[in-house]
């Protein structure tokens, strides 16, 4: 346990280096700019009082600093405890019922630890490396250890002159780093030390999912846009991806894809599971993974449709898409299932429904109705394929198919988004916040290529990243349990104890 400590201190001194030297002293929210600037007057001289005092009563009085809406603040609080919810034990009960037996608590002992792991984390450095203005890959240090934020800091929205208190949206970001470090769990579960996960999870989220949620989500916000120069000012400040002009309402990019190469690259690195492909590995328990199932699909209207960060109209088309595509992608996959196989299983409808949910995420704000059901249907046949066709020509022992799943349906879902947020195919077009209104023109072609840039560049870096990760962990501690350890279960072995008397 030592050298997992010291592992983890070198680390995190490696990126509190980088932050250092790429930190800039751009405010976080144009918000957050205006109430520092307007704290920095002086009282003026007496002998220029009248002056003074014609000049002001010449100028107009400066606009109050916005204040968080009740209902606002009160709507992000739930979809807060909504992703919570998807991920304790939302989709821990939905991983624990696909192992067998023997390795059930070690799956929802990951999962919950790594999600403790993740938010202590996020308080610490996450949020300042993610939602601060840095450089195009990686913020800054300006909020280390929330410096600077009290329950009266604000945090823009999407709206000119809407905000949300900054610990609200800290705590929304949170569990999205959480839950996807967990998704990574399932593809080499069952045979990986505990220890091993905790501290591989620890340097992907530092190394991964930091720099690809800036890359995707930092902006300066909708304030700082006046006109064209200042919209030229806001881009080069943004994250790469955002600069570029992806479209990625709520994860597809950060969240799925991110996490279902990082899975990929370690059920390669790490090998098959002793007796995969000879031995029965079926699920011990679908009852659990139909509660887990279920609690995804619950906790997802929080993530889709709390990723507008108001309770408006938006926020009403996201939670409406989440519903429509993950029934339509449920509906497809068993339909599909039916057809292939002669009969359509329990499993196969909740893994439908898990891949309507991922595929929806990058496009639901950003897409009508119809739009989201056409994704369901194709998420729903492509995911199927995914798991089994695909799973098949790569060779490698994905547990819990992740990629397959996540790994599939978020990059159907981001190419897509390009093709049906097209206002002549019923979807909203992009926002021109210079104009205040929905850009003129669209161009599906031109979307596509840029959604397509968006899922190379997470593909390539969660990849790359992940491979250094998982060589870095199996150096110091080793990433494999023993093949006695292994046979016996990991429940045993890793916790000793067991969900299931004998």
């Known amino acids: 346990m030592k050298r997992v400590f010291a592992s983890l201190i070198v680390s995190l001194g490696m990126v509190f280096a980088a932050g250092v030297a790429t930190s800039t002293a751009y405010a976080d929210t144009p918000a957050a700019a205006a109430v520092q600037a307007g704290a920095t007057g002086a009282a003026p001289a007496a002998p220029a009082a009248s002056a003074q005092a014609a000049a002001s009563a010449a100028a107009p009085a400066a606009a109050p600093a916005p204040v968080p809406n009740k209902g606002d603040t009160a709507w992000m609080t739930v979809s807060t405890l ?8 939302g989709l821990a009960l939905f991983y624990g019922g696909l192992v067998r037996s023997k390795n059930m608590l070690s799956i929802l002992m990951q999962v919950f630890v790594v999600t403790c792991a993740v938010y202590v984390l996020w308080a610490i450095y996450g949020y300042s490396l993610s939602f601060t203005a840095g450089n195009p890959f990686i913020g800054s240090f300006d909020k280390l250890f929330f410096k600077g934020m009290t329950p009266d800091s604000i945090a823009a929205t999407f709206s000119k ?5 900054d610990f609200t949206f800290a705590a929304f970001q949170a569990t999205f780093a959480a ?65 570029k002009g992806a479209l990625d309402f709520a994860g597809g990019t950060v969240v799925h894809i991110n996490a279902a190469i990082a899975g990929l690259v370690g059920s390669f690195v790490i090998g098959k599971r002793i007796g995969y492909g000879r031995e029965s590995m079926a699920p011990h328990n679908l009852t659990l993974t139909m509660v887990g199932a279920s609690l ?67 496009a639901c704000g950003f897409v009508g109705p119809m739009g989201s059901i056409i994704i369901g249907l194709l998420a729903g046949v492509c995911c199927l394929w995914g798991v089994t066709g695909l799973k098949h020509m790569l060779g490698a022992d994905d547990s819990l198919d992740v990629f397959g799943v996540h790994g599939v349906g978020g990059i159907l879902g981001a190419l897509l988004t390009g093709v049906f947020a097209a206002p ?32 190379v560049v997470t ?21 494999r349990v023993t093949e006695e350890e292994e046979r016996e279960g990991l429940d045993i072995s890793s916790h000793g104890e067991t969900a299931y008397t004998r």
Not at 82 to 89: E, G, S
Not at 161 to 165: A, L, N
Not at 210 to 220: E, G, N
């Open 179 to 243: 839950i996807t470090c967990t998704l990574i769990i399932g593809s080499f579960a069952e045979r990986v030390k505990f220890s091993a996960v905790v501290l591989f999870c620890v340097l992907w989220f530092t190394f991964s999912y930091l720099p690809i949620a800036h890359m995707v989500w930092y902006w300066d916000g909708p304030d700082a846009i006046t006109d064209a120069a200042s919209l030229d000012v806001v881009t080069a400040n943004a994250g790469l991806l955002w600069a």
């Open 161 to 165: 002159g809407v905000v949300i208190p």
């Open 82 to 89: 909504l992703v919570l919810l998807m991920t304790v034990p």
């Open 424 to 455: 002549s195919l019923g979807g909203v077009g992009i926002y021109d916040y210079v104009a205040n209104a929905a850009a003129a023109e669209y161009s599906i072609s031109g979307q596509v290529w840029i959604q397509l840039q968006a899922v």
């Open 459 to 479: 593909l390539v870096w969660s990849g790359v990243v992940s491979y250094i990760c998982y060589k870095i962990v199996d150096s110091l501690i080793g990433l």
């Open 296 to 362: 995804l699909w619950v906790g997802w209207f929080g993530f889709n449709a709390g990723s507008n960060l108001e309770a408006n109209g938006m926020a009403a088309l996201a939670f409406m898409n989440t519903m429509l595509a993950t029934a339509a992608a449920a509906l497809s996959w068993t339909a599909a299932e039916g057809l292939l196989k002669g009969k359509a299983s329990m499993l196969g409808a909740a893994s439908g429904a898990v891949a309507g949910l991922v595929a929806i995420t990058p």
